[in-house]
C-alpha cells in the first residue's frame, strides 16, 4: 500500500468519525425541548438544521470521490497488463456518475431549501 493511500484511507476514516459524531449529537440535541422533534405540537424551538444538512451532503460528494481516486491511483503501480488497469479504471470510472448525480442532488436540494 502506498503512503498516498495509507493517509488518504485515514483521513476519510477520522474525518468521517469526527463530522458524523458532531452531526449526530446535534440532531439530537438542536430543538428543545427534544421530543419538539416529533411533535410539532407542543411549545419548543428548534435551530436551523439546513446548514450541517447541506455541509454533510458537500462533504459526502467530496468523500465518494476520494474514495474512487486512491485506489486508482494504486491501480497503475501493480504490474499487470495496461489493458486490464484500462479496464479496472473504467470500472471505477462508473462510480463517477454517481457522484455526478450526487451532485445534482445537492444542487436541487440547496436550491429548494434556500426557499
Known amino acids: 500500500m502506498n503512503k498516498a493511500m495509507l493517509y488518504g484511507s485515514w483521513a476519510i ?3 468521517s468519525g469526527i ?3 458532531f452531526s449526530t449529537f446535534y440532531s439530537t440535541f438542536y430543538c428543545k425541548p427534544r421530543s419538539f422533534i416529533w411533535n410539532k405540537l407542543q411549545a419548543g424551538k428548534c435551530r436551523k438544521n439546513e446548514p450541517l444538512i447541506i455541509f454533510t451532503a458537500a462533504f459526502n ?6 474514495m474512487l481516486l486512491l485506489p486508482t491511483l494504486s491501480l497503475w503501480k501493480l504490474q499487470i497488463d495496461t489493458k486490464k488497469k484500462i479496464q479496472i479504471t473504467c470500472m471505477f470510472g462508473m462510480g463517477i456518475l ?4 450526487h451532485t445534482i442532488l445537492f444542487a436541487v436540494a440547496s436550491y429548494l431549501i434556500s426557499f
Do not use: E, F, G, K
Open 98 to 101: 454517481y457522484v455526478l448525480l
Open 61 to 66: 460528494i467530496v468523500v465518494d470521490a476520494a
Open 19 to 21: 463530522l458524523y459524531a
Open 13 to 15: 476514516i477520522i474525518s
